[in-house]
């Protein structure tokens, strides 16, 4: 009697599980009318079974299961609440895959995308490997914002009409190309938005998220960056209490532990940001960043060629490969490091400190012309920089990083890098 009358003022998840959202993955079709295409179609369905069964929050139907246990694909979809269904198409230069999440009950599509590998690519499961993930990137992502619905005081307030993702798309679309005065932009453009709607997570997760870059490209004084960072912890504080399984939130969460040096913490973080998108590249990004300064570096470089498999998002690619770069620096491997150096600043040139380790690689690989240009380039991106001040915050950095650093910042030094 007394649960009977309790029950109405409970969540019902209190009294009975509920059981995760199930997703029917049924086998993309191929539509390329190529003797390759059944092979690739059938992989690629495989490895999106494999991609989402990991995601924490729901379970899938994979296609070798329905085979197996007899039923129809008609019939396992039925009995799922979504449906992740896709076409292969081939020409002259490329596979393309278009995927949909559909609401299986009403057949609503919730989510639409596409994703392309080259046809010439010289290893086959390569190109499985970035059609899976081009595709299941968004979709894990988008399946994220279903199951997670923001949780914030947004829903008692007056419908913004999308302001709020509008201000959010467009401050982190005016840094794709990285410079400090498109960084003043973007965070005054959030800021705004944020002080008119002070109790957005999204706003708040972006700002956070932006600031948190600004304290790793030395972009705010020292004393800034102590506000700065507090102000950031707050946000993503409140954030996790309101949205703790949202990605944005958790990437936010990571990044912040990361630029903080919490090394450990943040490989934690990041792991979960992993377990609601196994593609998530940035992700992959900060965890080899933690491996580097925790000094285990063939950890990292695997963990960057991981995300260079995956290549999501197409923006943060000049991360991983940075990353990789630097892992190979590190571990003296400087003729390795620089194809994976030289294309990250292809993408991104304006770092400076990119280029000061591409230094160190042409340096201690022989080539002093290509070494001393290549200072001389990160100099007049980074004005000022010194022996003294080129190193990153040294805090929780293992003893086998440090030194390993020193040795980079050495071969620096001798590429032209003033002492002081």
């Not at 003729?335 to 400190?353: F, K, N, Y």
Request: with cysteine; glycine share 6%; hydrophobic share 45%.
């Amino acid at each position: 009697m007394g649960l009977a009358v309790a029950a109405p003022a409970l969540k019902p998840d209190l009294l009975f599980k509920r059981p995760p959202p199930r997703i029917a993955v049924v086998p993309i079709v191929d539509a390329s009318n190529d003797p390759r295409g059944a092979a690739m179609a059938t992989e690629v369905t495989s490895r999106l079974a494999d991609g989402f069964a990991k995601i924490q929050n729901i379970s899938v139907v994979a296609p070798r299961l329905m085979v197996r246990s007899g039923e129809s694909a008609a019939a396992t979809a039925a009995a799922s609440d979504y449906e992740l269904r896709g076409e292969l198409q081939l020409s002259d230069q490329s596979w393309t895959l278009r995927a949909r999440i559909i609401k299986a009950d009403t057949g609503e599509v919730l989510s639409v995308t596409a994703a392309s590998a080259s046809v010439d690519e010289a290893d086959v499961q390569l190109a499985q490997s970035r059609l899976a993930a081009g595709a299941g990137h968004v979709l894990a992502r988008r399946l994220n914002e279903i199951l997670e619905p923001s949780a914030s005081a947004a829903s008692t307030r007056k419908p913004s009409a999308g302001g709020d993702k509008v201000a959010v798309e467009q401050a982190l679309a005016s840094i794709n190309p990285t410079t400090r005065e498109r960084f003043g932009a973007a965070q005054a453009m959030l800021q705004k938005a944020l002080t008119d709607d002070p109790d957005n997570v999204d706003l708040a997760v972006a700002l956070s998220s932006l600031q948190l870059r600004g304290i790793q490209m030395v972009w705010f004084s020292p004393e800034e960056a102590v506000t700065v960072e507090a102000s950031a912890n707050a946000m993503l504080e409140q954030a996790l209490r309101l949205k703790p399984n949202s990605i944005p939130v958790l990437e936010a969460h990571c990044r912040f532990l990361s630029a903080t040096n919490h090394f450990v913490e943040s490989l934690v973080t990041c792991a979960r940001a992993l377990s609601f998108d196994p593609w998530d590249g940035s992700a992959l990004y900060l965890i080899g960043l933690g491996q580097i300064f925790l000094g285990r570096f063939d950890d990292a470089l695997a963990t960057f060629r991981q995300a260079d498999r995956y290549d999501t998002p197409a923006a943060s690619r000049w991360t991983w490969l940075l990353g990789a770069g630097l892992a190979n620096v590190m571990m003296g491997r400087d003729e390795e490091a620089l194809p994976w150096l030289q294309r990250s600043i292809a993408i991104t040139p304006a770092t400076g400190r990119s280029h000061l380790l591409l230094a160190a690689a042409y340096q201690r690989s022989g080539r002093f012309e290509e070494a001393r240009a290549a200072v001389a380039e990160g100099l007049r991106l980074r004005p000022g920089t010194t022996r003294l001040n080129v190193s990153p915050p040294m805090k929780n950095v293992s003893p086998v990083c440090l030194a390993a650093w020193d040795r980079v910042v050495q071969a620096e030094v001798e590429a032209g890098l003033p002492e002081k």
